[in-house]
């Protein structure tokens, strides 16, 4: 495993060209949220040709529905959500400039060949570790679809936020890479 | 005849929620730290030491242990001797209301599988009621995650697979679930009845202590064995590698008919979350 990596999104080419499988990053900055009806939204928009009410270029998106915020908190519990129900959405935001997100799970075929088509990065964190994450989230903003309640769109902003790269833009798979170091398997 | 007011249940099934859903039962909490001390994976010793501070953040802080604080299964023993005064489910519905408010935990719950719309407050239950003999009424909930419960099987084996067709289902089901689950896993396996009982068995099978041993030397030895196998699969905490896939596999049989098998594997995630009471 190689050194922490600091990423502060947007995300630039040469950070992207500098990422491979299993490095571990601390995220610092904006993270925008967002899960299945979002995604459906954002999408359903583009099929219309209409303009997204979030420029995607560079940005990094967690895919959370975070459980309400107690009175003094900005946030409740806060863990990453099953990638996988994402992939039917995920190339035509990748075509819109997205450069990375962050869940937990594995990404379709045709996900991990658009990552690297459109070079983006599949980042994965602590699944079922909400409690634990919702501590690197300072700050929380609506940005778009009020009425999908914990499925709108947030901007985060978080300090320190932790998640390993789990699929690069050479076709590295972290999935792959785990078992197959393992009880002389592959 | 023993009665209990319906307010009484919602209550009850109102407190058991919010705690369910910020405490992480002792035997889970002791599984993983014993997980944790065998594991040889650096980076899965890490991750099952951050998996347990964030059950202790919860704790402290009051914040659920997963944003997913799940669909609302409610497990009840109601007593042959003992009237429920004012109606029953509605009581244990009203409790998922009160308590996913007052906890603030997320509505979770779409109104109707095809038109999708959230009901805002994460009802219905899904309510399993057996009848039993006393006069108690006993109240387990379960906040179910869709993470782990979206990789749960049903399968009718034929009766020659027998137990390594058994063994060969909840493995592939592991395998095919890997870090979608959030691993490391207590895995039920319901085996017997029919389709529904046996999916039925692996969801209590869930429900049992970990690091409990079954009365039976059959399933006993069937839940050491797999569990050896499924740790062997290397996926690992998170499935990001290492010893620790499952925290324990529990088996629970029905008899069931000549020509069939039926299968079960449910599957529960790192956090399994469960609460009882007893009125």
């Known amino acids: 495993m190689s050194r922490v990596k600091v990423l502060r999104p947007p995300l630039t080419e040469e950070v992207v060209e500098e990422l491979r499988v299993g490095d571990q990053v601390l995220f610092t900055g904006r993270l925008l949220t967002a899960r299945d009806a979002a995604h459906q939204r954002l999408v359903e928009a583009l099929r219309r040709g209409e303009e997204l009410p979030v420029d995607l270029k560079g940005q990094v998106i967690y895919y959370t529905g975070p459980t309400p915020a107690p009175p003094g908190r900005v946030i409740g519990s806060a863990g990453p959500t099953t990638s996988g129900r994402m992939d039917p959405y995920t190339p035509s935001l990748l075509a819109k400039g997205l450069k990375g997100m962050i869940g937990k799970g594995y990404r379709s075929l045709e996900v991990r060949e658009a990552l690297v088509k459109f070079r983006a990065v599949y980042f994965v964190t602590y699944g079922g570790a909400g409690a634990l994450l919702s501590r690197c989230i300072k700050g929380v903003r609506l940005v778009a679809y009020p009425e999908l309640g914990p499925e709108a769109i947030y901007e985060f902003w978080v300090e320190d936020f932790p998640a390993w790269v789990a699929n690069d833009i050479y076709g590295g798979d972290i999935y792959k890479a785990s078992l197959s170091q393992h009880c002389g398997r592959g | ?279």
């Open chain 2, 1 to 279: 005849m023993r009665e209990i007011a319906a307010t009484e249940v919602t209550a009850t099934v109102a407190r058991l929620f919010r705690e369910a859903n910020l405490y992480l039962p002792p035997d889970v909490k002791e599984a993983l730290k014993r997980a944790r001390e065998r594991e040889s994976f650096p980076r899965a010793r890490e991750i099952l030491s951050r998996l347990l501070e964030n059950a202790l953040i919860a704790e402290k802080e009051g914040l659920p242990i997963c944003q997913d604080t799940g669909i609302a299964v409610v497990f009840l023993e109601v007593g042959q001797e003992v009237r429920v005064v004012g109606k029953l489910e509605e009581a244990v519905h009203e409790g998922v209301r009160e308590g996913f408010r007052q906890g603030y935990l997320r509505a979770s719950v779409v109104r109707h599988p095809l038109d999708r719309v959230n009901t805002g407050d994460s009802t219905p239950a899904v309510i399993h009621t057996r009848l039993v003999p006393g006069d108690r009424l006993k109240i387990t909930v379960m906040p179910k995650g869709a993470g782990s419960e979206n990789m749960g099987m049903v399968k009718v084996l034929r009766p020659a697979d027998g137990r390594e067709g058994v063994k060969r289902l909840v493995l592939e089901t592991v395998q095919r679930a890997g870090p979608n689950a959030c691993p490391p896993l207590v895995v039920g396996v319901g085996i017997g009845g029919t389709v529904e009982k046996a999916a039925l068995l692996a969801k209590e099978a869930v429900l049992r202590p970990v690091g409990s041993r079954h009365p039976h030397p059959l399933e006993a030895e069937l839940e050491e064995e797999l569990l050896e196998a499924i740790n062997c699969l290397g996926i690992g905490p998170l499935g990001l590698g290492g010893d620790t896939t499952a925290l324990a596999v529990h088996v629970a049989t029905y008899p069931c008919h000549i020509a069939s098998l039926p299968v079960a594997v449910n599957l529960s995630c790192h956090a399994t979350r469960h609460r009882t009471a007893v009125l």
